[in-house]
């Protein structure tokens, strides 16, 4: 189930961005608090209540019981936006949507895997996750942290639908049923070029054909002429 906490707020009198420069190096910040049948009501809550609440949270949606300073009951708020700096990361605003824990809510929730897929693991498919988050409506009480979904069973083929997915008691989906959730999609094979199987079959280029034992030389082009045969020597004189 979504996490359940407490947070300390007080009533926020002053709006404006000097009176927000003031809140925040007072280590302060503000939130709002809408819905449900009270006006929004401004508020303000210490920086570091409100961090060590998201450190400790492990998912989105964050049930929150709020107590307002001067108000004898608290008020149930699911976290609706937090703004952050863009340098830094530092919350800058926090707003706070109110609930009725009798009322139902539509929220959506991180929808993870579980398991290998036997196609993957044996056939060497891929799992693809089609849908991130689920919509649902249930009770605040009954809203959950995350739905896991096991794909283990999963051969080459095989698919989730949203209307396969196990959803805790008292949980709807709102997500259209048919969609897929999960499937497993067969191993791409590549294809070798045509072109470099052809060359690999015909070897290498030859450059030069080898002379043929024997053979004789061509003659170089401008070679010089073989050398008058030598003159007979003169008769010996007589």
């Known amino acids: 189930m979504a996490k359940q906490v407490k947070l300390t707020a007080e009533r926020r009198e002053t709006t404006g961005r000097s009176a927000m420069r003031k809140l925040k190096g007072r280590g302060i910040i503000p939130a709002i608090v809408y819905g449900g049948k009270d006006k929004p009501q401004p508020l303000q809550v210490s920086r570091r209540d409100i961090n060590v609440m998201l450190s400790h949270a492990s998912g989105e949606n964050i049930l929150v019981e709020l107590e307002i300073a001067g108000e004898k009951s608290s008020r149930m708020a699911m976290i609706q936006e937090i703004q952050h700096s863009p340098v830094g ?18 929220a959506d929730i991180p929808l993870e895997a579980a398991g290998t897929a036997n196609g993957v693991k044996n056939f060497g498919g891929l799992l693809e996750q089609n849908l991130r988050v689920l919509a649902v409506e249930c009770l605040p009480r009954d809203l959950p942290d995350k739905i896991t979904v096991d794909v283990s069973a999963l051969n080459i083929g095989d698919s989730i639908h949203v209307r396969d997915i196990q959803l805790p008691g008292g949980v709807a ?3 259209p049923i048919d969609l897929t959730a999960f499937s497993v999609l067969a191993p ?3 294809e070798e070029p045509v072109v470099a199987v052809a060359e690999a079959a015909a070897g290498p280029e030859v450059i030069k054909e080898k002379k043929e034992e024997g053979e004789a030389a061509p003659a170089a082009t401008g070679a010089a002429k073989p050398a008058a045969p030598v003159a007979k020597e003169k ?3 007589k």
Do not use: N, Q, R
């Open 235 to 237: 008769e010996a004189k």
């Open 188 to 190: 791409v094979v590549e």
């Open 89 to 106: 990361g530092d919350v800058l605003h926090v707003d706070f949507h109110a609930v009725s824990m009798d009322e139902k809510i539509e």
């Open 173 to 175: 989906a709102k997500t």
